[in-house]
């Protein structure tokens, strides 16, 4: 578990200063060179989306094929969290159904 009680963590060595990005109400670190949703994982936020039967959704394939990752990022709908690479300061929200 990470220290906000989720599970999540990162493999490896980071390079660079952690920032962070707004998904819903929580705050999200991040580190130079993530997507939102290595991000978003690491912090334990596992459903990305509410698909349109009410299904919790969330990465899947991580390369930007499956679309189930798709959330709505600095009010732009549909975008693809795991293609997505994250920046400080950005406003990412679950998305529910198609928007
Ligand atoms: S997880 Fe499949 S497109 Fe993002």
Redesign the pocket.
Known sequence: MNKTGKIGRRLGGRTGEPFTFIFDDSTIEAWPGESV?AALLAAGQVVLRIAEDGGAR?????????????CVIDGRPNV????TEARAGMRVRRQQGLE
């Open positions: 949703a969330g990465v899947v394939c991580g390369i930007g094929l499956c679309w189930e990752c798709r693809r969290a795991c293609m």
